[in-house]
DNA sequence: TTGAAAGCGCTAACAT
DNA sequence: ATGTTAGCGCTTTCAA
């Protein structure tokens, strides 16, 4: 077993050392469309997997100028359903070769964070949840940073937005209120300046209005599950109570399901159906069983990666929208299933 | 307004040229503790500004060999308490000045998702609920990176154990249970062959025994909701059925509550008592109020993160085990909190 | 205190 | 197909 001596950081010119070869002929093996024969790569990696050796990325983007690092800014992972989305567009990151530096944002610290992930040459960047100063649009263009957005539409250059199709999801669920017969409808938003919040109440309504009905009352819920609460009993405190409450995330319809039983004494769903967004985990446990939208995280994930891979080699312009087709999931908050014949929307 | 002519990266040079200054100059100007004049210094801050200048910390690293950068290795994110210490986590390391690269461990893939992190040089190595094989140990240990595992006991050396003290906590979830006049009393085991599950099964059972109870019975719900569901079906489907039950995460015990009163008809507290552990959201709502275990998760990263910067400079060895204290939360699921006078064990 | 020069570990253009 | 040479952008001795 030959050992090395320094120990430490065993660089190609060891490797190059060892297999009797020059150390471009080991770059040239660990670069995959390069000029080496079988037998010179066959010594260097046999070389290589000796002295445990692998190339040093950082080094190796200095000359490249691809770091397959991709920068990602993230929300607090309270709500389970951007914790799922982190995981999952992790782990397509890292299916697609890359790594991903993660920052939790801190709002104030927004433009920090980016500069800071710009500082390490990140191949792209990826917002979840999370918006983009103007100025650091500029920055990230500058630098040719492709920037994608997941689950925010933001109206700035240069930028990829990847959301599910919220207006339609909403809309969805807003005539199954109506088929259900329900005419006291209310809507309880999130963070009341995303564009997410806002795409489902314009959705939700649009629904409503196409089957005749009209929205009869709202409150904000601010996407937390304690802003859920307060919401909830603000609705259901009114003297003409709704009959139905479509809650703009899981977090919340979850709140609302809680404060109809325990405050209100209310049945879910005879006196009152509830419908979330997301298709959290919890929205399937026996004491809920919510109806919910399922967003298909695993497709907008693979959207937002195959943008980051388009982007790196076209280093031209960009898609600036993609729509990912989301799924109803009926449960018993909305008086369960219908029937199987009745055809689902979306594809 | 002096703007840049070659649109791309901004390097030491043009702020060098701009401020009429030698490179050296720059570099010193962005280094803490370095010569620089008032002067100069000055000089640079503002030609910097002007173009938007930040240091390439790739290029950086490469002359100092320190990268700012930590490599994360985490599980699934589905259990909330992964979530939020990964959240946590990443917010201690960018509070302390570095960045997180970020995996999902493949399990099958493990060692070369920690072999790509130390490609990329990262200062330091901190594994959340997972393992570290002795291969991958001793790579680390050869490239001089210091490992720390958050919320596993690894029994290997030169790597730092981060956990909260499960014996000591779950002790008193056994005396809690005693001291209610419980006496078919059972455990539900997370994945079984992790430090956290078994420590906590030693632990509830030295409490009960400590008390002169015994454990009853016992399942496994490997740390999952849907385990739990199975489990709890299994432990309340027995002839002589548990009246109290401590499940060694929230998920678990959640599941446990649903099966109780929808499979069993049972009351919580009054026919079986619930504790869990991690003190998630959830375990906090209207429906659950269950007692749980809250392993303080902000000390946990501190300690981590305080041993990461403590191993960077000493590079020598490093503490073996770091025990958090946790606290318990007494909630209606057994029973409520016991009298104000009472003394809490832990500091 | 500052600038000039060397080099971190690698890749890529050029010669061979 | 392979080796040689010249940098990538930065820090850091070494002189001045």
Chains 1, 2 share one sequence.
């Not at 790569?41 to 050796?53: C, P, S």
């Not at 929300?75 to 914790?83: E, I, K, M, S, V």
């Not at 980016?114 to 792209?124: C, G, H, P, T």
């Not at 088929?179 to 629904?207: H, L, N, Q």
Request: aromatic share 6%; hydrophobic share 40%; glycine share 8%.
């Amino acid at each position: 077993m030959t050992e090395q001596s320094g120990s430490g950081r065993i660089t190609a010119n060891d490797v190059a050392r060892l297999a009797g070869v020059s150390r471009s002929a080991v770059s040239r093996a660990f670069t995959p469309g390069a000029y080496v024969s079988r037998d010179t790569r066959a010594k260097v990696e046999r070389a290589a997997d000796l002295l445990g050796y692998r190339p040093d990325m950082l080094a190796r983007s200095l000359t490249t100028s691809r770091t397959f690092l991709v920068g990602v800014i993230t929300t607090h992972l309270d709500n389970p359903f951007y914790a799922t989305l982190l995981q999952r567009l992790i782990e397509e990151i890292q299916r697609a070769g890359m790594a991903a530096v993660t920052f939790i944002a801190d709002e104030t610290s927004n433009d920090e964070r980016i500069s800071q992930l710009l500082s390490y040459r990140v191949d792209a960047l990826v917002l979840t949840n999370t918006s983009l100063s103007s100025k650091m649009s500029v920055r990230c263009a500058r630098g040719d940073t492709p920037v994608i957005a997941i689950n925010r539409y933001l109206e700035v250059d240069n930028i990829v937005s990847v959301t599910c199709d919220n207006e339609l999801a909403s809309a969805a669920i807003g005539k199954l209120f109506v088929k259900k017969g329900r005419r006291r409808i209310a809507y309880m938003a999130g963070e009341p300046d995303t564009s997410s919040s806002r795409d489902r109440e314009r959705g939700f309504r649009a629904g409503l209005s196409e089957l005749g009905a009209t929205l009869h009352s709202s409150a904000v819920g601010n996407y937390s599950h304690d802003g859920g609460v307060r919401a909830a009993r603000e609705l259901l405190s009114s003297s003409v109570r709704p009959d139905a409450i479509f809650c703009a995330n899981d977090l919340m319809a979850l709140a609302t399901v809680d404060v109809a039983r325990k405050d209100f004494g209310l049945d879910v769903p005879g006196d009152l159906m509830v419908a979330g967004f997301d298709n959290s985990d919890a929205a399937a446990w026996a004491t809920y069983r919510l109806t919910s939208v399922d967003q298909n995280i695993p497709g907008m994930v693979r959207s937002a990666v195959e943008e980051i891979e388009a982007a790196v080699v076209e280093r031209g312009r960009m898609r600036r929208r993609v729509l990912i087709p989301p799924t109803l999931v009926e449960r018993e908050s909305t008086g369960g299933p219908k029937s199987i014949d009745e055809p689902k929307y979306g594809s």
